[in-house]
């Protein structure tokens, strides 16, 4: 998998009238990073959700390379999105500790636990958060919660990862360290799809492309010349 | 006769009283247990579908039902001219069984419902976000949600162990057969012996706290 398309994208919430996203054509690819920028309540989230293949849209098709994925079947749909993971803004948190939440993502994919927790300690200690390793998930601050959701992410190696609003909780070392960390990423022909509201952050993260967002409809759309 | 003695009708009754206490324990604690595994099933595919709210309003309106309402339908239903008159359940302990269950059902479907329907949009949009199967993310929602799922069943007995209307008119009260707490309080109001009648309804009243106390406990590890 090379690139995700969005073609004419509408989409709307079940329970309201009014549309989030209005006709939306982008792409994501991998060797990327690309920054999604808007002011809450944008529609950000909901295309990283769409871009991410967990929401259908209502209108518009999303192509992987060629495929039309809404039009796959089960389990074609699974292969694909093994390979694409979305990070939560508001960090989920399952019940266990630390390394029974990073490991998640890899048991789901037939990993042994032993296997799976040498892993987990390898992305642990490259986000150097080793010593939380075996503390209750649920007793972590909102920092440590949003590391332990990225290093799940990590873990996963995908081949494209949304990231929402990453670095929200976290403090300026942890934010640089984690824009070092999506940039070898890239460097490993993988791509990386984050949303932010920030513009300063821009600068920082120098995304190799940058698609700006207001009220559900793409305003702009810069390449790293641009930018 | 020293004071630290039972009163006599009550010292006779002291095995009784012990029988139909466990009884009613038995009695109750199967409804539940059926209800249980009928109702969170039914819960979760609610839950998973959209559009539910007429059918959980529905569901919700049933959990209110008047006992006496649902024991003449099921004595409708199980004396020898209704359709399962067949099965002669009619005045059995599972008779009553069958109707606390059926009481029962839509207080725990729509209390799991609920919980159901918040763990899928937090963890079922995360399995699917890991890359899960549809099975994967039933058995997380399941995992994430047990101690609450838990609470709706433990809640369930408690409305089965306090019921009177359905144990007394499919059951029939039978000494030593379908005479459960509720229905031997009622009958010795009506003869006059009120000692024994306390007791039980203190065993009642001390199970029912008990289960609130157990509800308590097991709210404080519930997360949404």
């Known amino acids: 998998m090379n690139m995700i398309s969005l073609k004419n994208v509408w989409y709307k919430y079940s329970n309201s009238r009014e549309w989030v996203l209005k006709n939306i054509s982008t792409s994501f690819k991998t060797k990327e990073i690309t920054v999604l920028l808007g002011p809450n309540g944008s529609g950000k989230t909901t295309l990283m959700k769409i871009g991410s293949l967990i929401y259908k849209p209502v209108k518009g098709s999303i192509y992987i390379d060629d495929k039309d994925y809404w039009s796959l079947d089960d389990h074609e749909k699974l292969i694909i999105r093994r390979t694409i993971v979305y990070v939560h803004e508001k960090p989920v948190i399952l019940r266990g500790s630390v390394v029974d939440n990073i490991i998640y993502g890899l048991r789901l994919r037939g990993f042994d636990k032993r296997e799976a927790v040498e892993k987990a300690f390898e992305v642990l200690k490259e986000l150097e958060i080793e010593e939380l390793a075996y503390r209750d998930a649920s007793q972590l601050s909102a920092g440590q919660s949003q590391l332990i959701s990225l290093a799940r992410a990590l873990i996963l190696k995908p081949q494209i990862m949304f990231l929402d609003e990453p670095f929200s909780h976290l403090d300026k070392n942890r934010r640089t360290k984690l824009i070092n960390i999506l940039r070898r990423v890239k460097e490993e022909d993988r791509g990386v799809v984050i949303s932010i509201h920030e513009e300063g952050l821009v600068e920082k993260i120098s995304p190799d492309n940058l698609i700006e967002i207001e009220n559900g409809e793409i305003i702009n759309i810069k390449t790293s010349q641009k930018i | ?224």
């Open chain 2, 1 to 224: 006769m020293n004071g630290y003695e039972l009163p006599r009708d009550l010292k006779m009754a002291e095995e009784e009283i012990i029988s139909i206490t466990l009884r009613s324990i038995w009695i109750s604690g199967s409804a539940a247990l059926i209800a249980f595994f009928i109702g969170v099933p039914l819960a979760y595919v609610l839950a998973i579908r959209r559009r539910v709210e007429l059918i959980s309003s529905i569901v919700e309106s049933l959990v209110g039902i008047p006992t006496v309402v649902l024991g003449l339908l099921l004595y409708f239903l199980f004396s020898r001219s209704g359709p399962l008159g067949f099965l002669n359940l009619l005045y059995t302990p599972q008779a009553i069984i069958v109707g606390e269950a059926v009481l029962v059902i839509p207080l725990i479907m729509s209390t799991s419902f609920r919980i159901l329907r918040n763990s899928l949009h937090i963890y079922g949009e995360f399995a699917v976000a890991m890359g899960a199967t549809e099975v994967q993310k039933m058995i997380l929602v399941f995992r994430e949600s047990y101690l609450g799922l838990l609470a709706s069943g433990i809640m369930g007995f408690s409305r089965a162990v306090g019921e009177l209307g359905i144990a007394l008119m499919i059951g029939g009260n039978i000494k030593d057969f379908t005479r459960v707490m509720t229905t031997a309080i009622a009958l010795g109001v009506s003869k006059g012996e009120f000692e024994s009648s306390l007791v039980l309804g203190s065993i009642l009243v001390f199970i029912m706290i008990m289960t609130s106390i157990v509800l308590k406990i097991i709210g404080r590890g519930v997360r949404y």
